[in-house]
């Protein structure tokens, strides 16, 4: 781990992450209610004192327009060649991404986290997305019934609950089809 000035880290021109205003928003409000959190990767430069980033860009760019270019970022130094670098920013995110969803934890951390900021709060329940089966579950309730949503969150319910757009018009649980 290093501490690197902002402005001594060069944004790798093939990162082909793409970043909306809400997630710019949604990071915004969880570095002002719990900090900077996680290390940005880069490698060494041939540039005297600069580092190049492989993931963090977006982390990078909010630090430098909140703090300005002098600020110090985490960094995890790492001792790779341009081809291997290259390599991980093809697929860093992308394997992370393929990983399933446990619906039973993800409802029981949900059920315990909230955050101070109520549009952070709403900007997280609308990312997170439970499995199909937990969809399909939720969608067959029967009136007057606990309804298990994802193994783990339950609610009483007097009426057929209506998933729009893979949300519940009952709770606000996202359950979108994801892979497993």
Known sequence: ???IAAKN????????????????EALG???EEVGFVGFVLVRKS??????????GHERVAMITERFGPNELVDCSVLDLTEDEAK????THDSIGSMGGVDDALLAELMESVKFDDEDL???VNGA???????LKAHETQSADT??????????RTNEQPEAKAGKCSKCGAVLAETSK
């Open 1 to 3: 781990m290093k501490k």
């Open 9 to 24: 880290l060069i944004p790798d021109p093939l990162n082909w992450h793409t970043h909306g205003a809400e997630q710019r």
């Open 29 to 31: 409000k969880i570095f």
């Open 46 to 55: 041939s540039q005297r004192g600069k580092y190049h980033i492989i993931d």
């Open 87 to 90: 390599k991980i920013l093809a």
């Open 121 to 123: 709060q709403r900007i």
């Open 128 to 134: 997170l997305t439970f499995s199909d089966e937990a």
């Open 146 to 155: 606990v309804s298990e949503v994802a193994d783990g969150v339950s609610e």
